[in-house]
């Protein structure tokens, strides 16, 4: 929903998203057929191993 500055309704706006979950390895797999190599999966900014359960996802890969 959207409102005016002073408050009064202006609209709705509907955005339908479609999701998917990947394990690392369809990540792997989907960055290296789009040419990236040296991929990395961590389970934060900090490095540490993926978990199941983990909120945070970090990939880094090099394109060329």
Do not use: K
Not at 35 to 52: K, Y
């Amino acid at each position: 929903e959207e409102y005016a500055p002073d408050g009064i309704f202006v609209r709705t706006s509907v955005h339908r998203l479609e999701l998917a979950y990947l394990y690392p390895a369809d990540i792997r797999r989907l960055l290296s057929q789009a040419g990236f190599r040296e991929v990395t999966i961590t389970g934060g900014f900090d490095g540490r191993e993926t978990w199941q359960d983990t909120d945070e996802l970090v990939v880094v890969g090099r394109s060329g």
